[in-house]
């Protein structure tokens, strides 16, 4: 894996180079960091660059529909115990986006790479991994992503008879589907809060059966398998049955979950999960994720949440009533444009808190906050809706691009 013999070509070193400048051009115009165009102008100048630039790295990837960027973030902090560590800890998360990650990083030791799950099985290839973090499979930009059955079956086409270790969720039967073709999986019990995905079996299409914690089909004998790590409450317990204190600046039980499988990556790459948890409390916020800014004389907290999953995960933090939320959907291409996703929420839980709502798609949002009986204002601006809002801390939860024009509009 990893040595220290130059592996770019000069074709691969002028790919590099073209990339960066336009890049900082792009970054020069105002367009944003510059990371995808730039990595797909060198991908055209050289197709194998990312199998290039992947060949002196220890590679981890990590994939799942939810919280695939704040795990990246905490392997990454947790293996710079062991050495220097490139990574796409922006979000960047299609080949082109990993490519500009992994030109900026010729000194580092390990890659720790986000990857867009549809891509999972084509990066792997390119990039010959040492590890793979799988989280969770859930519905996800619906009008332009395969139902998460289909994107189970080509991870497990993809990582079939992988040389990687697989760390994976073994409560999310469409993740353990997925990693069973591969022959070295760590199973990682890091829960599954929502499970409307995963009712059938996705070896056979059987009912599955879901007693307490556990599950399995009741048809084809397909099973939660034997984790050997475990979340369990604020610890993680590794496979030697000793239990870890996680401490974290990020909050929830979904971030809780993100760092045990984390955990149990490092520990892949040596580095022990006192160490690992430790480092992982250096991280306040991801990507602007959990941030919280002074906007008009108030404290907002921007919190991300892209499909039900996340939303469900979401509500589960924001403080209680009658904090004030605002809720802010678009349906822009990198959002999916079909909003029937919002149905699946259960706005139900937002009960008591002063609600306003925002973004592109605000009157869809408000007809399904109107079924669930919820008491709202429809808004047009982000000021509009703060100077409406009653006093305490405000909660903003945003989809994707809706959550970039929140972050634009108060400078973070």
Not at 24 to 49: C, M, N, Q, T, Y
Not at 104 to 112: A, I, L, M, P
Not at 246 to 258: D, S, T, V
Request: with cysteine; glycine share 8%; proline share 6%.
């Amino acid at each position: 894996m990893a040595g220290n013999s130059d592996p770019l070509t000069p074709r691969a070193k002028l790919a590099v180079t073209a990339g960066k400048a336009v890049a900082a051009a792009s970054r020069a115009a105002g367009r944003g960091s510059g990371s995808v165009i730039g990595g797909r102008v060198a991908l055209k100048l050289d197709p194998d660059l990312l199998a290039r630039l992947a060949q002196n790295l220890d590679v981890t990837l990590v994939s799942a529909t939810n919280g695939k960027t704040t795990t990246t973030r905490l392997i990454a902090e947790a293996l710079k115990a062991a050495g220097p560590v490139v990574s796409n800890a922006l979000g960047a998360n299609m080949p082109a986006g990993i490519t500009s990650a992994l030109a900026g990083g010729s000194d580092s030791k390990f890659g720790v790479i986000e990857v867009d799950e549809k891509y999972l099985a084509g990066v792997a290839r390119d990039t010959d991994p040492k590890c793979i973090a799988l989280l969770n499979l859930s519905r996800d930009q619906l009008d332009r992503a395969a139902e998460t059955r289909m994107l189970a079956e080509n991870w497990r086409e993809g990582l079939a008879g992988s040389k990687a270790v697989i760390v994976a969720n073994c409560d999310d039967p469409l993740v353990v589907w997925a990693a069973s073709s591969s022959p070295n999986v760590i199973w990682v019990a890091a829960g599954q809060m929502w499970k409307d995905d995963a009712w059938s079996c996705p070896s056979c299409g059987g009912v599955m059966q879901r007693p307490g914690d556990d599950w399995f089909c009741g048809e084809c004998g397909f099973r939660r398998p034997t984790p050997s790590w475990v979340l369990s409450g604020d610890h993680v317990l590794d496979p030697h049955g000793s239990a870890w204190p996680i401490h974290l600046q990020l909050p929830g039980r979904a971030n809780k979950a993100n760092a045990a499988s984390s955990a149990a990556v490092a520990a892949v790459f040596g580095v022990p999960p006192q160490v690992a948890l430790e480092r992982m409390y250096q991280v306040q916020a991801v990507a602007g994720r959990y941030d919280v800014v002074q906007f008009q004389g108030r404290d907002l907290r921007l919190l991300l949440a892209k499909n039900p999953a996340g939303w469900l995960e979401t509500f589960s933090l924001i403080d209680p009533p009658p904090a004030p939320v605002i809720l802010s959907v678009n349906a822009r291409g990198a959002d999916g444009t079909d909003t029937s996703w919002l149905w699946d929420v259960d706005y139900t839980r937002l009960t008591g808190h002063p609600i306003f709502v925002l973004g592109d798609r605000k009157l869809d949002l408000a007809v399904r906050l109107e079924v669930a009986n919820q008491h709202f204002q429809v808004c047009d601006t982000l000021d509009q809706a703060v100077q409406m809002c009653p006093p305490g801390r405000i909660e903003v939860i945003a989809n994707y691009t809706a959550f970039q024009d929140l972050r634009r509009r108060v400078g973070n």
